[in-house]
């Protein structure tokens, strides 16, 4: 598709072939994304997660709870000095509402961005009272005024303060694993740290989804490795895989998704697939 086409344009014809495939859900449901693990997809995988559930018709709102702001960059949406974000929800007690922005394009995807200060919240989160229940109880507040099908939370790779709030705020953990030497270190940490808080603060977290990526089928290794986490998961890991892919990693230079990149590529259709199959085994 040219280049000259808008993201709106793009976003109305991945929305025409995915609605069909996507009934609204009859609640709000609240997904983070985590792996303690840097490189492995995490912010990638919630961008375009969050990007085809809204081309399926579903109302999204993304939270970027990354300091880095590249899921506040995929989207072309402004997190400069001075733009309240994430930051002003978890420290200064501002509403979800007050600081969301609708991603350019998507008329029914919102975005919390990640500011600069995000930066700084863990030290600032220390000295304040439910420290861990901040995004809970502005989520909460939230869909009592507001109706979505999906709150999608992307984490920076830690398991620190701001990850704590993403996993009590949640339902569900959707975990991208790469399909690469190390796919599982860390992953033990990440088991551990959700027994904690399964058992102490959200007993309804779980597990919804382990997404394997940057899978390259022309290597034994990525196939070992596919297998190995099968082998381990075998009723959270998707049938969809994604693949090592150029226009996956292009997409967000350009503050795009890869749906609105190039819904044509192999990365786009991959994670349109694990959106529908994301959605069609929340719904079972």
Same mark, same amino acid.
């Given at each position: 598709? $040219?280049?000259t086409?808008s993201r709106?344009?793009?976003a109305?014809? /991945?929305?025409?072939?995915?609605?069909?495939?996507m009934?609204p859900?009859?609640?709000?449901r609240?997904?983070t994304?985590?792996n303690q693990?840097g490189?492995v /997809?995490?912010?990638?995988?919630?961008?375009?997660?969050?990007a085809?559930l809204?081309?399926g018709?579903?109302k999204?709102?993304?939270?970027?709870?990354?300091p880095?702001?590249?899921a $506040?960059?995929?989207?072309n949406?402004?997190h400069d000095?001075?733009?309240?974000?994430?930051?002003?929800v978890?420290?200064?007690?501002?509403?979800l509402a $007050?600081?969301?922005q609708?991603?350019?394009g998507?008329p029914q995807l919102d975005?919390?961005?990640?500011g600069?200060?995000?930066?700084?919240?863990e030290i600032?989160?220390?000295e304040?009272?439910?420290?861990?229940?901040?995004?809970?109880?502005a989520?909460n507040?939230?869909?009592?005024?507001e109706r979505y099908d999906?709150?999608?939370?992307?984490?920076p790779? $830690?398991?620190?303060?701001?990850? +704590?709030?993403?996993?009590i705020a949640?339902?569900e +953990?959707?975990?991208p694993?790469q399909?690469?030497?190390?796919a599982?270190?860390?992953?033990t940490?990440l088991?551990k740290i959700?027994?904690l808080?399964?058992? *102490?603060? *959200?007993p309804?977290?779980?597990?919804?989804?382990i997404?394997?990526t940057?899978?390259d /089928?022309?290597t034994?290794?990525?196939?070992?490795?596919? *297998?190995?986490?099968r082998?381990?998961?075998?009723?959270?890991?998707l049938?969809?895989?994604?693949p090592?892919?150029?226009?996956v990693?292009?997409?967000?230079?350009?503050?795009?998704s890869?749906?609105t990149y190039?819904?044509?590529?192999?990365?786009?259709?991959?994670?349109l697939?694990?959106?529908?199959?994301?959605?069609e085994?929340?719904?079972?």
């Amino acid at each position: 598709m $040219s280049a000259t086409v808008s993201r709106e344009t793009k976003a109305v014809i /991945g929305t025409r072939r995915l609605k069909e495939a996507m009934a609204p859900l009859p609640g709000t449901r609240v997904i983070t994304v985590a792996n303690q693990k840097g490189g492995v /997809g995490k912010t990638t995988t919630a961008v375009n997660i969050g990007a085809a559930l809204a081309m399926g018709g579903l109302k999204v709102l993304l939270i970027d709870l990354d300091p880095q702001g590249n899921a $506040s960059t995929a989207f072309n949406v402004a997190h400069d000095e001075g733009i309240p974000g994430s930051y002003e929800v978890l420290v200064a007690g501002a509403s979800l509402a $007050s600081v969301k922005q609708r991603a350019e394009g998507y008329p029914q995807l919102d975005v919390i961005p990640a500011g600069v200060d995000l930066a700084g919240a863990e030290i600032d989160l220390v000295e304040l009272e439910r420290r861990e229940f901040k995004l809970r109880d502005a989520i909460n507040a939230l869909v009592e005024k507001e109706r979505y099908d999906y709150i999608v939370i992307d984490c920076p790779p $830690s398991l620190g303060l701001l990850t +704590l709030n993403a996993l009590i705020a949640a339902h569900e +953990l959707l975990i991208p694993i790469q399909c690469e030497y190390y796919a599982l270190e860390g992953l033990t940490q990440l088991i551990k740290i959700i027994s904690l808080v399964t058992e *102490n603060t *959200n007993p309804q977290l779980h597990i919804g989804a382990i997404l394997l990526t940057m899978f390259d /089928g022309r290597t034994r290794l990525a196939h070992d490795v596919a *297998n190995t986490v099968r082998t381990h998961f075998p009723k959270e890991v998707l049938t969809t895989v994604i693949p090592r892919a150029v226009r996956v990693s292009e997409a967000p230079s350009y503050g795009q998704s890869v749906m609105t990149y190039d819904m044509s590529s192999p990365g786009a259709l991959a994670y349109l697939a694990a959106a529908r199959e994301l959605h069609e085994k929340g719904r079972a």
